[in-house]
């Protein structure tokens, strides 16, 4: 069965990668969409839902758990559902100036937003352990905590263009999940199905994230407090 599985997605993603040229494979696991016409269709749409989080504050988790969850795959980044085009929301870093602007551009604003956010000292600790960077670093240090409290006070405090906006904290998933996730199924007007929400969870463990990201050794972090 899993041999035949594997069969038909390699199949699918190869035909799918030579008749629209817009899918680029990461691994047998997941897929990168890339062609830009499919991106600005959701990004020129005012209403559609964009997640927000700062890098290394749990998103590949959370994307995976709701994907699993709402049946639903979120741009850019397909984790189970490649035939799937029904996407849930577009996801986003949202960092000015960091010289690697995604897809989706600077400087978000946008009307729907669901906004992830983590301690921001375990959040700058991964980022710097991300990058490999050692932690007496005063400049790499001052650099983390800055970018992450401007990150912080622009969805936290200081925007005022969003309509209808979650947010959403990686400790509170962790510690009590199914009141935090109730939040997120109450923004898409859902009521909490627990019986579909632990299926998912049960399912995305750490062991599943790095499956699924292992075009990037560094997403999941060695640290077992990560």
Request: glycine fraction near 2%.
């Amino acid at each position: 069965m899993k041999a035949r599985y594997r069969y038909l997605f390699n199949s699918f993603c190869t035909s799918t990668r030579q008749l629209l040229g817009r899918e680029k494979v990461l691994t047998d696991n997941s897929i990168s969409i890339t062609e830009h016409d499919i991106i600005h269709k959701y990004t020129n749409d005012p209403s559609f839902p964009f997640f927000v989080s700062f890098p290394r504050t749990g998103s590949h988790w959370l994307r995976m758990l709701m994907e699993l969850y709402f049946g639903r795959p979120s741009l850019t980044l397909i984790f189970y559902y490649p035939d799937r085009r029904n996407y849930l929301t577009i996801h986003t870093h949202d960092m000015p100036g960091s010289g690697k602007p995604d897809l989706i551009g600077e400087h978000v604003e946008r009307q729907n937003i669901i906004y992830l956010y983590r301690d921001p000292v375990d959040t700058i600790y991964s980022q710097m352990s991300y990058y490999h960077e050692k932690l007496d670093n005063n400049e790499s240090l001052h650099h983390w905590t800055n970018t992450y409290a401007l990150h912080l006070d622009k969805w936290l405090h200081n925007e005022s263009f969003s309509q209808h906006k979650t947010i959403l904290h990686y400790e509170e998933l962790q510690s009590n999940l199914t009141n935090e996730f109730a939040l997120l199924t109450a923004h898409f007007n859902q009521k909490l199905d627990l019986e579909r929400l632990h299926s998912a969870s049960s399912r995305v463990n750490k062991r599943e994230v790095k499956q699924k990201t292992t075009y990037d050794s560094n997403v999941l972090s060695t640290n077992q407090n990560y």
